[in-house]
C-alpha cells in the first residue's frame, strides 16, 4: 500500500472512464458519491474532485470506479499507484475478481453483502462499507395512494417477465435514463409500487445494489422483489410481504400482482411502508454525510485510509 503518512491532506480523487461518464454507475457513484464526500472533505480542508482515467492523476486518494475497470482495469490501478496515489476499487456491481482486488489497496464496498465478501477476500486490506444512495437528482416525493399503480423504473431488459405484466395491464414500464434525460422522475408520484421483480440468475456475478428499492422508497412506494435478491433480504427482512419466488413463470408472477393489487390497503402494504421507510432514510443524503464524516474523515478507519 502507499505510505498512509505521505497522504496526509491529499486530494480525494474518483476516477471514471471518459467513454463511460453518462453510465448510471459514472453518474451515481462517481460524480454524486464525489459531491457528497467534497461537502464533508470542505469541513476539513480537503479537495475532492472527478478525474478520467486517462487523465493524469499523482500523489492521491484515488477511488477507481466501476466504470474505469471495464476497459483496462488492472493497467488503470496499477498506473495510479506507480504514480504515488492509494487506490482504492470500488466495483459496484461488476463481478469482483482476484487481478483487479489484488492490485488495489483496499476498497469501497455498496452493500453489506459485498462488504462481507471484500473482507473475507483480502482480510488484510481495508474495506469501507459506504452504501449506494438515491439518485440526487430525484426531488421531492410523495406518490398517490388513492388507488394501486405500479411501475417498473429501469433499463427494459432488467427485470423478469416484464412483458407479460404490461400485457396483463399491471404494470407500466417506464426506462430511466441517466439524468433524467427522458423526465421520468415526473412519473414517480403516480405509482406507489414497483415492480422490481429481478431473479438472482439476471444479475451476472456481481453484487447488485438496491438501487430500484431505494428510488421507490425515495418515492413513498412500497416495492415487489423475488425472493433470492439478496440485498433486498439484507434490508427488508424474509418477512417483508411482497416477495415472490424466483422460480416463478409469467402466469405466476401475474397471479402475485393480482393478489397484490386485491389486498391493495391491507395490513400487508401498511408492513411493507414502514419496511420501506428505512430504506428511504438510509439511501438518503444525510445518512450518507454522517457515515462518509464518520468512516473516512473523523474516526480514522483503517489507518487513516483516506488521510
Known sequence: MADIAASMGRDIVFVIERAQQRAGSAHLRGRQLATLFGQVAADYGRKVRVAFSDEPITDAVAIVNKSALMPKS????????????????????????????????????????????????????????????VDLDIGPVACQWDQFACAYFGNLDNAAHLDAVREAGLVTAIETLTANKN???????????????RPRALWGAGFKPFTKGFTAAHAGAIVVVADDDDEATELLGTDYPFRI??????????????????SF???????????????????????LLDL????????????????
Open 74 to 133: 488492472q493497467s488503470v490501478v496499477t498506473r495510479l499507484k506507480d504514480a504515488g496515489c492509494t487506490v482504492l476499487v470500488d466495483f459496484v456491481d461488476r463481478r469482483v475478481t482476484t487481478a483487479d482486488g489484488d492490485a488495489a489497496d483496499g476498497f469501497l464496498a455498496v452493500s453489506a453483502l459485498q462488504y462481507r465478501h471484500l473482507r473475507a477476500t483480502w482480510p488484510d486490506k481495508p474495506v469501507i462499507h459506504i452504501p449506494h444512495h
Open 183 to 197: 423526465n421520468w422522475h415526473a412519473q414517480l408520484p403516480a405509482y406507489n409500487l414497483h415492480y422490481a421483480f
Open 245 to 262: 419466488p424466483a422460480t416463478a413463470d409469467a402466469t405466476t408472477t401475474i397471479h402475485h400482482l393480482h393478489a397484490m393489487r386485491d
Open 265 to 287: 390497503g391491507s395490513n400487508a402494504w401498511r408492513t411493507a411502508r414502514l419496511r420501506m421507510r428505512r430504506l428511504r432514510t438510509i439511501s438518503a443524503a444525510p445518512y
Open 292 to 307: 462518509i464524516r464518520a468512516q473516512a474523515f473523523e474516526v480514522g478507519l483503517h489507518e487513516g485510509v483516506f488521510a
